[in-house]
């Protein structure tokens, strides 16, 4: 039986429940490259931090639950780039962030998270929906590709010094 999904915008009160979703893509980031990333605790992506980003007209966040439990979210923000001598101005949505636990993976709250940004980029006139995605990060590359995602970017990094 497929779970009843609900993905509505998220509230200031919701901020717990997202800080407490981001710990877990905090802790695959953590993981992959600890001399980057923290461990996740309470102040990684706290519920004050939360709060305040909801402020912003320019931010949007969606939670989505199943059978009532919070089961993942989409934290995305709106820009207008300004042309300039190598490309054209546009309006962009870009998602920060977008998590599901694990064990709610595959039921369809990621398709549901993406469409509720889609819905509102394309309510509010923007031209792309952009994301990044860690190299690591197999899972997400796949997932977003089923969404109609392409690349259109690669960035390299070079570490002199890996004993930080």
Known sequence: MVPAIIVRAATPQDAPSISVLNAEVQQLHYEAHPEV?????????????????????????????IDGQPAGYLYA???????????????????????????????????????AARQ???????AVIMLNTWAFNHQAQS?????????????YWLWLNKDR
């Not at 509102?120 to 923007?126: I, K, N, R, S, W």
Request: charged share 20%; aromatic share 14%.
């Open 37 to 65: 990333f923290k461990p996740p605790d309470e102040t990684n992506f706290s519920p004050s931090a939360i709060r305040e980003l909801m402020q912003s007209p320019a931010n949007f966040f969606w939670l989505a639950e």
């Open 77 to 115: 923000e709106t820009a207008h780039l300004e042309e300039n001598p190598i490309r054209y101005a546009f309006d962009r949505l870009h998602i920060h962030q977008i998590g599901v636990l694990a064990q709610f993976q595959g039921f369809g709250c990621g398709k549901r998270l993406i469409q």
């Open 120 to 126: 509102t980029a394309e309510e509010l006139g923007m």
């Open 143 to 155: 997932f977003f590709g089923s969404q109609g995602f392409e690349i259109y970017n690669l960035r």
